[in-house]
């Protein structure tokens, strides 16, 4: 009899620990929970591209011609509607600034060389490390931005249109989207002075000025290439949180050697100049951050 009920027992226990082992399992998975994220405005996202290996050339290999066009002007339009909106929206604003001096590239993305003068290449190198800082600057919550961010039309972020974009992309990661615009290029002056108010070679050409002794520069010749504007927006409700300037001039003088330089004759310089400013969006109000302390 005690083996009967012995026996039983021990098969209650195989059975409570199994019911046991069960439940953990089921807890386990109703922890394991997946957040969903609803995009509020879909947009064209999936662009495959290919690389053309004899002319090196991006191609795309899911969209025609047509629906790339179509692509950008979708994506275009929703930067232009909601990159406007932060101007009236209420936000703390972070700026931060970077300015570099570089080479520029030829057609096919070589680095060109400053000059075939040591000497310049050798100050131009000096100019980019000691004449070239990074500024930055705060906005307070509620102060108007109106003013505050770079690009010019009117009371709006931007005065650019489609015909001034060469392509427009879209990235969406998490809760996060990155829209690039990038400018026709070599862009037109006109199409700087739209979308830019920031940075210029005057700066640049000063400090060549400083050693007018032994240097005289020419008025140079700009190009702006590779110029951007990218943003970064939250997909559930459209806000902007981030907006990069990035502000490519490719400047090409004659610099001639003065005084005890003037063996150096007149030398063709080429060189970047390159601007790019970023604006960080808070729109948390600062009570509800105190309220959250």
């Not at 995009?39 to 290996?53: A, S």
């Not at 969406?172 to 700087?192: C, H, M, V």
Request: aromatic share 8%; hydrophobic share 40%; with cysteine.
């Amino acid at each position: 009899m005690n083996k009967k009920i012995l026996a039983a027992i021990s098969i209650v226990l195989v059975f409570s620990f199994l019911f046991a082992f069960t439940g953990c399992t089921s807890t386990e998975e109703e922890e394991t929970t997946t957040t969903t994220i609803f995009v509020k405005t879909p947009l064209p996202t999936d662009i495959t591209t290919g690389i053309d290996e004899e002319s090196q050339t991006v191609t795309d290999t899911n969209y025609t011609p047509e629906q790339l066009k179509a692509n950008t002007a979708t994506i275009f339009e929703y930067f232009n509607l909601h990159v406007n909106e932060v101007k009236s929206a209420k936000a703390s604003v972070n700026m931060s600034q970077d300015k570099s001096i570089g080479k520029a590239k030829d057609a096919e993305g070589n680095d060109l060389p400053f000059s075939d003068n040591d000497y310049i290449n050798a100050a131009i190198t000096s100019l980019d490390s000691y004449m070239l800082h990074n500024d930055g600057a705060e906005l307070a919550y509620g102060e108007d931005m109106v003013e505050f961010m770079p690009v010019k039309g009117a009371a709006y972020v931007s005065a650019l249109t489609l015909e001034d974009i060469e392509s427009a992309t879209c990235v969406d990661e998490g809760n996060q989207r990155t829209i690039t615009l990038t400018l026709k290029s070599p862009a037109l002056p006109a199409t700087i002075e739209k979308a830019y108010d920031m940075g210029n070679v005057d700066e640049v050409m000063a400090e060549f000025a400083k050693a007018e002794k032994y240097l005289s520069v020419e008025k140079p010749v700009l190009e702006y290439k590779d110029c951007q504007i990218i943003i970064v927006a939250n997909v559930e409700t459209d806000e902007v949180h981030t907006i990069k300037y990035v502000k490519n001039i490719d400047v090409k003088t004659n610099v001639t050697g003065q005084g005890s330089l003037a063996d150096m004759g007149t030398v063709p310089v080429t060189l970047r100049y390159s601007n790019t400013v970023e604006y960080a969006i808070d729109r948390t109000a600062p009570e509800t951050t105190a309220a959250a302390e």
